[in-house]
């Protein structure tokens, strides 16, 4: 009887073989879909906050006494050109210019990193045209 247990054991440890190999295959994927995903969602965050800085710089040119469109446009420019290539890709920039308020649009994507995942940027500032008047 003693001779037989130790060969039920050893069954028992031999059908469990293969298992952990079992566990990461399908875990590893999952987890590399993880990091990807958290990767993706960071070059989305920092797309945006380029996005942003740009539409304030372009904003702060535009809404000056004696601004204009080009010059918010321009500024807008110089700021992605500063910046470098980045996470944000197809940039378009809108720049309009009323009697009362400027706004700057900024409208992009991100770098994909999550493959056919393309994550939208949009950056908006809006504010008053500067005008003097003079004092009463």
């Known amino acids: 009887m003693k001779s037989r247990q130790p060969g039920r054991r050893r069954r028992g440890a031999h059908a469990d073989s293969g298992a952990a190999v079992a566990e990461v295959v399908i875990i590893l994927p999952v987890l590399m879909l993880v990091v990807l995903v958290l990767a993706q969602v960071a070059m989305w965050a920092y797309a945006t906050h380029i996005a942003q800085a740009t539409a304030t710089?372009?904003?702060?040119?535009?809404?000056?006494?004696?601004?204009?469109?080009?010059?918010?446009?321009?500024?807008?420019?110089?700021?992605?050109?500063?910046?470098?290539?980045?996470?944000?890709?197809?940039?378009?920039?809108?720049?309009?210019?009323?009697?009362?308020?400027?706004?700057?649009?900024?409208?992009?994507?991100?770098?994909?990193?999550?493959?056919?995942?393309?994550?939208?940027?949009?950056?908006?500032?809006?504010?008053?045209?500067?005008?003097?008047?003079?004092?009463?």
């Open 57 to 136: 710089d372009a904003l702060a040119a535009t809404r000056v006494q004696g601004g204009s469109t080009p010059q918010g446009q321009e500024a807008a420019r110089h700021v992605l050109d500063q910046l470098g290539p980045g996470p944000l890709r197809d940039v378009t920039i809108d720049v309009t210019r009323g009697d009362q308020e400027a706004v700057v649009r900024i409208e992009g994507s991100t770098v994909s990193v999550v493959p056919l995942l393309k994550l939208p940027v949009h950056a908006e500032a809006a504010g008053p045209v500067e005008e003097l008047r003079p004092l009463p």
